[in-house]
């Protein structure tokens, strides 16, 4: 029996939505029961006690979509002319640093961002991933890296027709595999989804291969949506329709199904992704780095779109993208009234039942049955907290560096901002000798 108590306690549950002192007490992997410090104190007398000293205690925070293999491209300098677009981005960098991947660098360039998560308070990821060099067992390792770590993960291969067809299919095979394992219910930390790249690097004939691949998993689909023009163009030329039509004549979407970014769509596909309950994640700002635009986050929420936040692999600190998501719409729609609502939906509200999908327990929420998953954080306030200006705190006063303390699945992984069972120095050399050699390969 673990407590964790004494703080300001956020617990993003309606009937108890704030405590002013309150405390949380978590046996094995699980939330039995949210209180005062003093009533649980006394009703558990026998526990160990974690003393968040009037600082704020919350769930930890969600990433749905994230590029754990991005990571040996920090630092890296890219020859030849600069990318003008998106297309060229992709193809320049990310198509070539995936191709040279193998399964040592998969383990060691997941783990530096996994370290990362656990740092910044984010205990959960939807995680996309792509080595059409190494795609067998690339799944199984980034599954180990995320139990050493202790991160829970979501975890899919994106299947593509860009590395042609033997590539294609052992994508196809990786995916079915992982999901046949990870989703037997034997791991609470652990799950995986079907990957797709894009419309744009799929046929018709791949796309009803994996429609196929996947009927009777249970799950659905991990896809990027008209993240750039080009996305919205190939489809149309393909097709004759735009990418969230042709996705939806394949059976892509659906309520357990992530459509990635959405940033090219019009008020029909809005209609389809709504129709379908197919989850769509913003990415703001993968999106402004990558100059692909702002996707219409504002009108789908409107029109019933379930939005979640993700960082694309731009960082694994969502209190950051949660700030980015505030200012970028506020610029977008010149109106710096928009955005107070539904940056906070985006993280808090639609994250959490996205990642529930996948995992036996609820997520997101401080409340008995949920998984313990809490984070301490390094905060003060200067002005008064409750629970009606808990996200104003969290928007202006709190970052990832100020995360103290993590628990994930019940497990202290990081204590007063000492890890646990984790030796960073170590994996970070690792990943220093291995990210040269890739650059050499490059």
Known sequence: MLLVGNGRVITRDGGQPYLAE????????????????SDLSDKYPGAAFIDARGRVIMPGMINTHMHLYSTFARGM?????PPHNFQEIL??????????????????????????CIKSGTTTIFDHHASPGAVRESLFVLALASRDAGVRSCLCYEVSDRDGAAVMDQGIMENVEFIRLANSGKDDLV??????????????????????????????????????????????????????????????????????????????????????DTNVVHN????????????????????????????????????????????LHKHHHANPSVAWAEAPAMLFRHNAPIAASYFPRPLGRLAPGCFADVIIVDYDPPTPFNEGNADGHILFGMSGRAVATTIINGRVVMEERRLTGIDEAAICAKARELSGKLWERF
């Not at 090219?264 to 379908?276: A, F, K, M, P, Q």
Request: net charge negative; proline share 2%.
């Open 22 to 37: 309150g405390c949380v007490v978590i046996e094995d992997n699980i939330i039995v029961e949210v209180g005062s410090t």
């Open 77 to 81: 300098v890219l020859k030849g002319a």
């Open 91 to 116: 193809a320049g960098l990310w198509w070539r640093l995936d191709k040279v991947l193998t399964l040592d660098d998969i383990y060691y360039s997941a783990m530096v961002p996994l370290i990362d």
């Open 191 to 276: 799950r995986g989804m079907f990957g797709l790249h894009a419309s744009l690097t799929l046929s018709d004939e791949t796309l009803a291969r994996c429609g196929e691949a996947n009927a009777g998993l249970g799950t659905g689909f991990h896809i990027h949506v008209a993240e750039g023009a080009a996305d919205l163009a190939d489809s149309l030329a393909k097709s004759g329709k735009r990418v969230v039509e042709r996705l939806a004549g394949f059976g892509i979407l659906g309520p357990k199904s992530i459509a990635a970014h959405c940033v090219h769509v019009n008020d029909r596909e809005i209609g389809i992704l709504s129709e379908t």
């Open 284 to 327: 703001p700002e993968s999106n402004m780095g990558n100059a692909v635009g702002c996707a219409p986050v504002l009108e789908m929420l409107q029109k019933g779109v379930r939005v979640g936040l993700g960082t694309d692999g731009y960082t694994s600190d969502m209190f950051e993208s949660f700030k980015v998501a505030n200012i």
